[in-house]
């Protein structure tokens, strides 16, 4: 039997303030689809530093007023029995889950983010250093892997959060402004689907030191051998 909780409603609340999470620095990082899928986000010696695999490139600098934003959405259908009137069972018949950020630099990963092209034929030209390319009007559906990585806290207390994101497909993109007043910006949204090969379609991921310090169930998982 599961021991009681006893005590003042403070002691059995037992709120935590480690374990509320703030991430004030963030990266957002891209692979194509065909490039390996993450299976962690640390080295395999202690959790302590951040290792990432070479596939997936920086997208840089970006927005801080948005940052990164999931949105997750769930479509339920309920069954109903004559004499009741609340449902008797719930079946969830659609999930979903797009990310949004806006990127500010204007390189090859963000351009091929931006445009949902695969750009790696493109050269600059070897006298003008000028680059170009064509958009089709109907382009294909160029997949790729997303990796949002946040960090709370610094050094010894760092807590890394990350969302990976295997299959993605570019579902909008925002307005850009040639202004004196403004960046020129990349804002994209992406749509994420499942990938079949590993069997899920987000993959997130908590690591970092600052685990260490909230004690022996850190986020109020054990510690496996």
Not at 184 to 210: E, M, N, S, W
């Amino acid at each position: 039997m599961t021991t009681p909780l006893t005590g003042t409603i403070d002691e059995i609340a037992a709120g935590n303030a480690g374990q509320v999470l703030r991430f004030r620095k963030l990266a957002v990082l891209m692979a194509n689809y065909t490039d390996p899928a993450i299976t962690t986000i640390v080295d395999s010696t202690d959790g302590t530093t951040l290792s990432i695999a070479g596939e997936y490139k920086t997208v840089g600098y970006l927005d801080s007023q948005q940052g990164g934003v999931l949105t997750p959405s769930m479509t339920t259908s309920d069954s109903m029995a004559y004499g009741k009137v609340q449902p008797i069972n719930e079946y969830t018949t659609a999930r979903g889950l797009t990310v949004a950020f806006t990127m500010k630099e204007s390189q090859k990963t963000v351009f091929e983010g931006y445009y949902g092209l695969d750009l790696s034929a493109i050269q600059a030209k070897s006298t003008t250093k000028e680059i170009t390319w064509d958009v089709p009007d109907l382009p294909p559906v160029f997949y790729k892997r997303i990796l949002l990585l946040g960090q709370h806290g610094d050094g010894a207390d760092a807590i890394w959060g990350g969302q990976f994101l295997p299959r993605c497909a570019l579902s909008d993109i925002g307005a850009q402004t040639y202004s004196d007043a403004d960046d020129f910006v990349y804002p994209v949204t992406y749509k994420t689907l499942t990938d079949d090969a590993i069997g899920t379609g987000q993959r997130p991921f908590f690591a970092g030191p600052g685990l260490a310090s909230l004690g022996a169930t850190p986020l109020g998982f054990t510690v496996g051998a």
